[in-house]
């Protein structure tokens, strides 16, 4: 397969689609703050059911994939580069708000999308 920009995005595309079991503790909602030129994440809680699905700690309410959900985060974080705000999640952040390896590397792609989007002036949608 030829390494074009077509061909890429089909790799991409069709890794998205796969299993992921999702962190136990929590997840992040990922956006730019284009008036101060930052790149934030806000980390919520989350329970994981029997069934692999999150679900709200308070409620008990499965959280949906897609939609608004009305919930308090539990950590912000911010940065003005993919770089800057991985030093202040991964390594400045205690406790950690993550536990496992597979949801860092996503968190870097996405801070990564985020970052050339903000640079760039385009639209950021978290994959």
Request: proline fraction near 4%; charged fraction near 25%; charge should be negative.
């Amino acid at each position: 397969m030829d390494l074009t920009i077509e061909n890429l995005v089909k790799i991409d595309n069709s890794l998205s689609q796969r299993h992921i079991d999702l962190d136990p503790a929590g997840y992040f909602i990922i956006y730019l703050d284009r008036a101060a030129n930052l790149i934030c994440a806000k980390h919520f809680t989350n329970i994981i059911n029997e069934s692999g699905l999150a679900v709200d700690p308070e409620t008990g309410r499965v959280i949906p994939a897609r939609g608004k959900l009305n919930r308090t985060h539990t950590n912000f974080f911010s940065g003005r580069t993919a770089k800057e705000i991985c030093v202040e999640l991964f390594e400045k952040a205690y406790p950690q708000p993550l536990t496992m390896l597979s949801h860092a590397a996503y968190l870097g792609r996405e801070f990564t999308r985020a970052e050339a989007a903000l640079v760039a002036g385009r639209e950021y949608v978290q994959d």
